[in-house]
């Protein structure tokens, strides 16, 4: 059982609103889940058609133990409500009195009653609570919800800071109220030194303007976002349920994942009833695999957790291509293998499959990645499967991230295709870009290069090769660049991510000799293409002038400055070079939830793997024999 308070400063923000969203989510994903309205002096849940209700409460429950002396049977004071024809998944305590509360005056004469500083000073209140708590414990839900009256009230510390294991806050920057906020966050903090009760605080901006650039960013860093909407002003909605494709119902569901995903509720969850628990507990180990490695006793739990999700969801093609990227990351490379080819035994058809196994086999130098690369070839073939290149590429990329342009933390995809597996350029071959050339084939012609020549020189005879214009076969074979300046940074990234060193120089070099004004992005690419040819006169040279430019012009850029650290580390000046590192690790600290794009990978980066790389030049600063990752040269051990 989790119980979470919902809690705001400032009334009318949408907080009760929030409450029952999540509950009606909770519930129709599979969860039981009890809502509890402690916000006896404006109480709101029984106001929503789908939990109306007249039904005794928290008010007759609090005051029949005051009569009695001793706890009374909380079901009496409960009731179900139906969601998706079942009656055992969401269930209300309210708040007491009649349907239509506020006309009823025995409620208020019954809540008048109750002294609260009596009740915890002479008849034992918190017992009470505690017995509450262990009954609701009883009713066997995974998740109570409990709606608090806004501002500091009497009773305000029970809901708050004895019974949750968690507390929202809720915040409307147009209702003001933000010092009071603060002010219940160090309460509530204060618990774990008074009491030893750790409560995890979660912080929620409520009628957010998306078009409003600036407030959109002021509330970044916060755990979810609600945008404003009039339809919530009209009528108390369940919109989770009457409208679960809009951006209002989304922005709920990325509160119901956060608080899924807390404290590690997912490890004892039943993900046999709960794919998308599962789904958030691989994302969860994809950002950090050293969970699934084992050693501690954290460690095996979430290994045992892992183990049990291939097990469940064996059928899966999906959750098993995920699985595997957790035990690649986490150097269970066996095992890793072992979970791919079940899910190609589902998929034996799937592009996403193919290349994801093929990656791995050619990085462990394991036989078969020719074989699965010749079948992606096949398999992509744009009249076997009825795709022109340019839109296979736009579905793949939506395939590859799903969550792009969302907060990848809490943003589910609400239907991920069958067979499709999520790309984490971490710990598998990157892909290659260039218009109109499909990402996998691409990548494909890139790692038979290094595999086999004769496999190489055949893939240009593959119809899903054959079907690209002659500009895309030039560039994807390394023949000629184009002339297309719009073509141009993406054909700069294919060449360096195919680590074509000579065809990289050929293209940027005669930028920098027709004009002084180039970009430092070319100029920290240029540096990568001679340092790959290994040319140190150039590779100094053209060090030399990526300095100037830098101190020149200067980059809040923190992948620029993560390269530039290289850059300063290579042309002689250790001291400087970790300095820059300091500087672009200590940006990323308050970016690290989104995903970074990466110049030394040539990719988007988790801010985990983005200071994982920084760690790493760190030691290669101090003589470590570790390469950049764009060199392509794997660091022994790994």
Known sequence: MYIVTFYSYRGGVGRTTALVNVGFDLARRGWKVLLVDFDLESPGLTYFPRLRGSHPGIVEYVTAYRERGESPDVRDYLYPVEIDGQKDRLWVMPAGGDTDVESDPA??????????????????????????????????????LIDTHAGITPALGISTRQLPDAVVHMYNSRHGGIGGLDEMYSRISDEKQTRGKSIEQYHVAIGVVEADDEEASCHEDWDAAIPFSHR??????????????????????????RLIAANNVLIAA????????????????????????????????????????????????????????????????????????????????????LWQRA???????????????LKLLDECDPQKRGWSPPAEQDRLRSVFDPWVAVDWRFDLPTKLRDGASVH??????????????DPYVASAVSQLRQLSREDYEGAKRKPAVAALSSDAQA?????????????????????????????AVDLL???FQQSDNWSLEDSLCLFMAWWGLEDEK?????????????????????????????????????????????????????????????????AEVSGTQYHADSADMRQLFRGAAIPPPFLGKEPSGR
């Not at 994302?283 to 490695?293: C, E, F, G, Q, Y």
């Not at 995920?322 to 080819?341: I, M, N, S, T």
């Not at 350029?425 to 870009?433: A, G, K, Q």
């Open 509 to 511: 070099t005669p930028r």
């Open 424 to 437: 984490v350029s971490d710990y598998s071959e990157s892909r290659l870009s260039f218009p109109g050339i």
């Open 359 to 373: 990656s791995y086999r050619r990085r462990l130098n394991w036989p078969g990645a020719v074989k699965d690369l």
């Open 107 to 144: 409620y208020w004469e019954a809540l008048a009653g109750i002294d609260w500083q009596e009740l915890y000073d002479r008849q034992d209140g918190y017992l009470f609570f505690e017995d509450t708590r262990a009954q609701w414990e009883q009713l066997a839900p995974d998740f109570v």
């Open 538 to 602: 150039e590779l100094q040279t053209h060090g030399k002038k990526v300095r100037d430019q830098f101190a020149h012009r200067g980059t809040n850029n923190v992948s620029e400055l993560q390269m530039l650290a290289l850059v300063y580390w290579k042309t002689g000046s250790p001291d400087l070079a970790e300095k820059i590192l300091d500087l672009a690790d200590e940006k990323v600290t308050a970016l690290s939830r989104a995903r970074l794009f990466s110049y030394c990978r040539l």
């Open 270 to 353: 039943n993900f046999a009833q709960d794919r998308d628990g599962a789904l958030l507990l691989l994302r969860k180990l994809l950002a950090d695999p050293s969970m699934v490695i084992g050693g501690l006793a954290l460690s095996s739990d979430y290994s045992d957790a892992l183990d049990q999700i291939i097990d469940v969801f064996s059928d899966d093609a999906a959750i098993l291509a995920q699985a595997a990227c957790c035990l690649y990351g986490a150097a269970r490379y066996g095992r890793a293998l072992e979970v791919l080819d079940r899910a190609l035994d589902l998929r034996p058809d799937s592009p996403e499959l």
């Open 475 to 503: 560039i994807l074979f390394g023949e000629r660049p184009p002339d297309d300046p719009h073509t141009l940074i993406e054909a700069r990234n294919t060449l360096i991510g195919a680590r074509k060193w000579k065809e």
């Open 232 to 257: 919530l002003l009209l009528e108390k909605q369940v919109i989770v349920v009457s409208n679960a494709d809009s951006r209002l119902a989304k922005a709920y569901c990325r509160l119901t994942n």
